[in-house]
């Protein structure tokens, strides 16, 4: 039998986990894994992703819904989302994405309070048999190293917008 170690894993499982909004706590000066935050809208890093370059999207103002939304926060949200896709195939050349919203916990919501985008980058043969049979996820690069790649891009888009 082979080992495969994840030390990193363990700052996750011996931490006190987040009370607070971790969006709302992105927007603050606490939170080191904003990527962009904009006037009506914000990229961050999932601190646990699926995959390199996992992000999540969210309006700044705390809403759950997407009836809670104005206008103007759709449109701004939309491009964000559309911003981020554009600077991930420039940086990390996946083949494809899987971008969606899970409204409530029903449906996988894990920060049901602060409606969110997951974009997730995906590479042909990105998946193995790690995840099939033993129920882990092979994460290549660390997310600082995946932090210090994109951070330029949005603090471009941020000098832009």
Same mark, same amino acid.
């Given at each position: 039998?082979?080992? +495969?170690? #994840? /030390?990193? %894993?363990?700052?996750?499982? !011996?931490?006190?986990?987040?009370? $607070?909004?971790?969006?709302? &706590? ?29 992000? +999540?999207? #969210? /309006?700044? %103002?705390?809403?759950?819904? !997407?009836?809670?939304?104005?206008? $103007?926060?759709?449109?701004? &949200? ?84």
């Amino acid at each position: 039998m082979q080992t +495969l170690w #994840a /030390p990193w %894993r363990m700052e996750y499982i !011996l931490s006190e986990k987040e009370k $607070e909004c971790i969006f709302c &706590l992105a927007l603050s000066d606490k939170g080191n894994l904003a990527l962009y935050k904009g006037a009506l809208s914000m990229v961050m890093m999932n601190k646990y992703p699926y995959i390199n370059g996992h992000l +999540l999207v #969210a /309006p700044k %103002r705390h809403i759950a819904g !997407l009836d809670d939304l104005t206008s $103007e926060e759709t449109g701004d &949200l939309l491009r964000t989302v559309k911003d981020a896709i554009e600077i991930l195939k420039k940086v990390m050349k996946p083949d494809g994405f899987n971008v969606g919203l899970n409204l409530g916990v029903v449906a996988g919501a894990g920060v049901e309070q602060h409606l969110h985008f997951h974009i997730v980058p995906r590479w042909h043969g990105d998946t193995n048999a790690m995840t099939v049979f033993a129920e882990v996820r092979v994460i290549p690069e660390h997310l600082e190293a995946t932090y210090r790649n994109l951070k330029p891009h949005f603090e471009a888009l941020q000098g832009a917008g």
